[in-house]
Every structure is written in C-alpha cells, then in structure tokens.
C-alpha cells in the first residue's frame, strides 16, 4: 500500500492590490454590459419595425409577381434593420454604454447567421420554384435567432422568437396565407412584444 | 393587464460602516495602502447588483436574480443590505396577482459606485507610476 503525500502549494501570495483592482474594474464594466444588453431590446424600435412591417405586407399583397413581392420585403428588411440600429443606439446612449460593446453586437451576432442561412435558401426555393414556402422559412429563420440572442435578454425576447418559430413552423403548411402570416409575424409580433418591453423596460 | 403602481417604496437609513482598515494585502508589501473602500459595495455580488442598477433605470427581483446568477435568497440578503444602506430603493408592487420587487439606484448609490470606481483607478494609477 502506498503513502499519503499532502501536496502544499508553496507560499503562494495572494494577488496584488492593484490586480485586484483591475479585476474590479473587469467586473463593473462586464456586469454593466450585460445589464445592458439583458434590456437592450428596443421596445419602441420594434414597435415601428412592426407597423412598417403592417405596411409592406399590405403593398406586397397588392404585387403581381413574386419578384415584386420579394423586392417589397427586401426593402422592408432594410428599413427595419436602419430602424433597430437607430433604436438600440439610442437606448444604449441612454443607458451610457457603447452601442457594439453590449446589444448591438449579441443582435448582430444571433441574427447573421439565420439571416444569411435565409438569403441562400430563398435563392435554392425560388430556383425550385417552391416560392410558397419562404414566408414560413423567413419567420422560422428570424425566430431562431431571436430565440438565441434573447437568451441574454429579457424572457419576452425568446418566447417571441418562439412563436415567430411557431407561426413559421404552420405557414410552411398554408401557403395561400404567405402576407397574413408575413402581417401576423413581423407586424403583429413585434407591435405586440415591442409594447410589452417599452412597458416594463422603458423604450 | 392591471399594474398597480408602487405600493411601498423604502430607502433605508441605517449605513454599514465603511471599511476603514482594507490597508493591504500580502504580496503588496503595504506601500500602496488602498483607499477607505466602500465595504458595502466592495462584496462581489452587492458590487454587481449596483453596477447592473446603474446602467439600467430598473430592474426587477426576477431579473436581477436572472443576471447575477444567484439564488432567490442571497439576492434578497445583499439587495436587502444595499437598501438599508441606501444605495438603492426597493419597489413592490403587483402586476394583476403576481407580487412584483422592483429596484432603482439612488443618487447616493450611483455617488458611491462613482467613488468605488475612482479608487480602483486610483491603485491602478498608484502601481503604474511607481
């Protein structure tokens, strides 16, 4: 049977004041950051992402051909991209943190991905032809990233990515009402989460 | 849904004394012999409670339990400390049934995170120069 040994670390010295001090300051600014960008989501952005979403579904509705549709839609995407930019900027100006250091950059983050996976896609379905099924894959794709930048947020964030994924998840199966779930989704969703966050979050 | 706006609104009065004795520590050998610290905001998680408070008009028990990562009573034993040293101001409320535990920095709070931050540059500058 083998002997014991106690390991004993050898006289290790407790970090140094000003180390400890840095770690501090490490602290303060990661704590603020995050508190940052848990209520960094726009209430009122979305709220006007959502009524210029009402809009571009009632235009695309009024489109002859799908690629007058798609260009309404892109167009939109546009609008509601220079709109939550401008929102959570001023917000995060409001809050005196820097907009990339704390929501911007998690939205960003979330939302490329999906988003990028959406562009390509939407190309593969209209070569296809199956241009029925990208409203469906647009909120399915716009809600799992929702769902997975709101995880560092408030919980209003990922149950509305959810029922963005829900909602997509049934137009896949209904593609004669593509603009009402486009209005439901993208309108809807985000009038009714946007006031909700305004509400308990401030704008 | 009906919300009720604040029911009982408490800033405490009592003050923790401040730490007047974190001088140094070992491995520093007592030339930088660090400021009057704050002690109440210098515990991690009553410094994180602060910090997360400053940058946010207000948070709720539930949200500041979900950034902190901690347990429903540890939040409430620092949040609790915080507001009876005046460093924040406690909310309760209803949202329809549901009792809702909102939180505010006061100025005093934002005033000693201020001064917490600029001993901490302090130290810092102090290390460098010499």
Redesign the interface.
Known sequence: MGSIHLVVPQNEEPPALHERAMDNLKYIRETMERATAFTGIPGWGQVAIGITALASSFISAQQKTFKAWLAVWVAEALIASLIAGWSMDRKARAAKMPLLSGPGRKVAFSLSPPIFAGAIITVVLYRAGLTGAIPGLWLLLYGTGVVTGGMFSVSAVPIMGLCFMALGAIAFFSPGLANWFMAAGFGGLHIVFGVLIARRYGG | MA?QSAVKTSVGKKREPAATDLK?????KAR?P?PNLDRMIHE?MR??II???????S?TFN?LK??MNTTDGNLSVHARKLEEGGYVACTKSFEGRLPKTEYKITAAGRRA?EN??S???T??R???QS
């Open positions: 919300r140094s520590v070992a491995g520093d930088h660090a991690r410094l994180g910090s997360a408070l400053a940058a946010n008009e948070l949200d979900s950034l995170l917490y931050l001993h901490m540059e130290i810092i102090q290390m460098r």
